[in-house]
């Protein structure tokens, strides 16, 4: 775990910014005098080297492993991540370790900021979600002496280790299922695809294997608005009085799938007869719906438990796999 970069020094930003280890030491504490052109110096330095200053220096230890754990998501207003927590503080819990939660409301910028930040409390691991990150970000993972998990996504090389599922796996077997319905005129609602790229990769794979049996993907809707449910709502709409042909909808989440049935239903759209809806997740709520939902169930809780307990692998030395991809089920229900 810890093979995967030196630690830099408080010299080495000092020798790429062109000044003294104090004047380093000085724009990191934000002590003492520094000219705004030198401070600016010394960050961009610190940004082109990936140095992440320890923030435990100089403090008093009686361990020598933090008992802390960084974890960084993507969201919290989404129960799906709640679930992967409650199986990662399970195992952690009971591992005597405690989860540090930082959230980056799908920023690629926030994530790179947030994981510089949990990193300088040199903790005893961190976990981030999904496989794609910005390079800095990436270059600070893979220098960690710690072990790092990539969460929710297969698809890859993984940085140390990846816990959860194939995404494109997952847009593809939903297409295939939509197609083996005989539906052939689709639509997609989800969000910003460049924001959530496993969302992305979902619906790449949807579309590419609807194209190669050739069906049409007639439109598309972006999400907006802070209530997924009532976003899907109103995405329905403006996709089918812009595209009233379509006959099958896959939405990128349950909740959104959810307020698309709450439509259908305000506007008497018969489901699945005139309009087949699917969504993604496996959520409680879509299976007690008055049709139980179309859509795809992840192991959300277990890939937190599983997460949790590679970590307590690897501080004991136990060797772990790289990928654990735990797949996912097509449940599928009665709304297509």
Known sequence: MGSRGDTLKLRDVARAAGVSEITVSRVIRSKGPIAEETRQRVEAAIRAIGYVPNRLAGALRTTAVSELVGVVL????NIVFLDVLRGLNEVLSAGGFRSVISVTE????AECELVRSLLSWRPAAIIVTGRQ???ATERLLSEASVPVIELMDTDGAPIDIAIGMSHAK??????RHLLGRGYRRFGYIGPVLTKDLRAGARCDAFVETLRAAGAQLLGTETMSGPSPVQGGRDALARLLAAHPAIEAVYFSNDDAAIGGLFHCMAEGIAVPERLAIAGFNGLDVGQLMPKPLTTTLTRRFEMGCRAGAAILDQLAGIEVPKIS?????LIPGATA
Not at 74 to 77: A, D, F, G, Q, T
Not at 170 to 175: L, R
């Open 74 to 77: 993507p969201s919290l207003n």
């Open 170 to 175: 997952a847009g593809q077997d939903m297409a």
């Open 133 to 135: 990150h910005e390079a």
């Open 325 to 329: 991809d735990l797949g996912f089920e």
């Open 106 to 109: 799908y920023s690629p910028e």
